[in-house]
T-cell receptor
Framework: QKEVEQDPGPLSVPEGAIVSLNCTYS??????FMWYRQYSRKGPELLMY????GNKEDGRFTAQVDKSSKYISLFIRDSQPSDSATYLC????????????FGQGTRLTINP | EAGVTQFPSHSVIEKGQTVTLRCDPI?????LYWYRRVMGKEIKFLLH????????ESGMPNNRFLAERTGGTYSTLKVQPAELEDSGVYFC???????????FGPGTRLLVL
């Protein structure tokens, strides 16, 4: 069983829609949760970073962590064609420098 | 501030050959990580340097892979001899000491024929 499960999609939605992306995980030691965005032929770029449970908002993006359910989400409001990319969840257990454990990534397309 | 750079961007080699990938981290970043993504799978950790020391090499697949970071600056990852299953995208990332955020390079796409 993978430590982090993420539906690879693809997911296609119309411009302006609210997008919900999700990951589940099995390792209860994970404390730090990240969402990366990756455009084609580029490296992953950090979008959101959350410690432990709760919500974090940054512009059109909201990250949620529910540690009791081992479930994390990324919401994108007012989605734009420029949001079309692969979204990767990643997580790690302890503070400071440590390896990230990634989900498979969800390929998202926003249609104009 | 320049980002993480990787060279080459692409490499096509034959099975049994040797390939060396290079990563230049962001200046001042002590932590350097190598990750790999094989087709259809998630990005997986290979190893982690703190300056010139290997902090964690638990993800290295086998002894055909050798990573170095002489002087604590750039790093190389050598695959010798390459096998078909080594094909994939190799990412390098770096971070400051005790920083949560890892900054990724564009990756090196390796194809072993």
């Amino acid at each position: 069983q993978k430590e982090v499960e993420q539906d690879p999609g693809p997911l296609s939605v119309p411009e302006g829609a609210i997008v919900s992306l999700n990951c589940t995980y099995s390792n209860s030691a994970f404390q730090y949760f990240m969402w990366y965005r990756q455009y084609s032929r580029k490296g992953p770029e950090l979008l959101m970073y959350t410690y432990s449970s709760g919500n974090k908002e940054d512009g059109r993006f909201t990250a949620q962590v529910d540690k009791s359910s081992k479930y994390i989400s990324l919401f994108i409001r007012d989605s734009q064609p420029s949001d079309s990319a692969t979204y990767l969840c990643a997580m790690k257990g302890i503070q400071g420098a440590q390896k990230l454990v990634f989900g498979q990534g969800t390929r998202l397309t926003i249609n104009p | 501030e320049a980002g993480v750079t990787q060279f080459p961007s692409h490499s096509v080699i034959e099975k049994g050959q040797t390939v060396t990938l290079r990563c230049d981290p962001i200046s001042g970043h002590d932590n350097l990580y190598w990750y790999r993504r094989v087709m259809g799978k998630e990005i997986k950790f290979l190893l982690h340097f703190v300056k010139e020391s290997k902090q964690d090499e638990s993800g290295m697949p086998n002894n055909r892979f050798l990573a170095e970071r002489t002087g604590g600056t750039y790093s190389t990852l050598k695959v010798q001899p390459a096998e078909l299953e080594d094909s994939g995208v190799y990412f390098c990332a770096s971070s400051r000491q005790d920083q949560e955020t890892q900054y990724f390079g564009p990756g090196t796409r390796l194809l072993v024929l």
